[in-house]
Structure formats: C-alpha cells, structure tokens
C-alpha cells in the first residue's frame, strides 16, 4: 500500500492564480482531513470528510473548496491564492472515527506552496 | 491562551538522557493525540489516549484527564528520536474530527 500521497511536493502560485492539490489514500479509510502548518504554528483544519459525498468545514476553511467524489480522493481547491496561503498542507485520513476507543490518522508527506 | 500548550518548545539532551515532554489543555477532552513530525517534514501518529498510558517501544505515553495534562517519555533517547513532537486534543463540544494541536516541542538528541 502506498498509504496516503500528495501532489505536488512543491508549487509556487502569483497572487489570484487557482490549483488543486491532490490527495489519494489506499487504505480504504473513510475519513479524509486537510490540514495547514504554518511557520512556528501548530496545524489547522481546513476541511474534512467522514465520507464519498460528504464534507464539512473545520478550523481555518475560508479561500479554500473540497470536494470527494470517491472514498480514495479527497483534492483541495485554492482559489484567487493570496500570500496568506503560504503555507505546507498536509492531507490525512483514517478508517473511523479518530476519538476515544477509535482510529489514528495517517498523514500524506506534505505539500509546501508559496505564494507570491 | 492557546487550547493545547506544549512544554519545553525546544529540548536538547545527550543519547541515553530519559525525555519528557508535557502537554496541558484547557478544554474537555475525547481523546489526546502524540503525533512525531521527522526532520524532513513527514508526521506520524504516535498514540491516541484517553485514560491512562500506553507504551510502544521506548515512548510512554500518559494522561490526567482531571488535570488536563498528559506527558510523552523517551526512554534510552538516541539521536533518530530528533524530531518534533506535536499534541492534539479532540475537544468533546466541537465536533468530532475538529483536532486542536499544540505547536510541537523541538527535540535533539546529540550523540
């Protein structure tokens, strides 16, 4: 199993421009987050899904969009990327319920963008 | 005031040397979370708590649920323990998946 993987490793972004990251996991699990770790800060929810269909905001979700078409993807859309978004992103997932008596997560290796 | 404080923020010690890092919350919890992020930037889910302590290998984990602390022990460190170790609490109000981390603690084991 490859586990959790993200595309790109790297991306810089001018200011207005849009991407998508792209996050996939193999390991059947059901929930998917998307998380941002900025410079001497601890990580932020951005998004997170508890299944194909379904999503819901977290922490920090303004600037950004999800979608989960599929249990394996879980993409993060950036639209009109500002210098704010500077950042490393970081998608997780795990098969249940990350609370007591449940599951870990398993994190992909990270995307760093700089936007500029 | 940050929800998760974590203790020390930087720690360096000598291969051998017994670690301990601390993690106090303010909230009520679900379940507390360790998590090692490597030099190169990858994460690791170390353990999930939500009463008592766990061990794997020579990493103990414990928590107080009454005093909203828990503490992550390094027995016997070497130097492939350097990393950064994070702490995330599942608050009980906020929803079920809305983790809140800690900014991590720096560790460096020198040989």
């Known amino acids: 199993n490859a586990g959790v993987t993200q595309t790109p490793k790297f991306r810089i972004l001018k200011i207005g421009q849009s991407m998508t990251l792209q996050c996939t996991q193999d390991m059947n699990h059901n929930y998917m987050y998307w998380y941002r770790q900025d410079p001497g800060m601890g990580l932020k929810l951005i998004y997170y899904?508890?299944?194909?269909?379904?999503?819901d905001k977290g922490e920090v979700p303004n600037g950004y969009n999800v979608s989960r078409s599929t249990t394996e993807d879980f993409p993060l859309r950036l639209e009109l990327a500002a210098p704010s978004q500077t950042s490393v992103y970081f998608c997780a997932s795990s098969y249940a319920y990350i609370g007591a008596g449940g599951e870990t997560q398993y994190f992909g290796p990270g995307t760093r963008l700089l936007v500029l | 005031k940050n929800e998760v404080e974590q203790s020390p923020q930087n720690l360096t010690a000598q291969e051998g040397e017994f670690i301990t890092i601390n993690c106090s919350y303010s909230v009520g919890i679900s379940a507390l979370h360790w998590l090692q992020q490597h030099p190169g930037g990858g994460i690791v889910s170390l353990f999930m708590?939500?009463?008592g302590k766990k061990k794997h290998g020579r990493l103990i984990a414990t928590i107080n649920i009454q005093e909203k602390h828990s503490s992550l022990h390094i027995t016997a460190s070497h130097p492939r323990d350097s990393a950064v170790y994070i702490c995330?609490?599942?608050?009980?109000?906020?929803?079920?998946?809305?983790?809140?981390f800690g900014q991590g603690t720096r560790l460096t084991i020198n040989p």
């Open positions: 995330a609490v599942l608050p009980r109000l906020q929803g079920a998946q809305k983790l809140v």
């Open positions: 899904s508890v299944g194909a269909g379904i999503t």
């Open positions: 708590l939500s009463s």
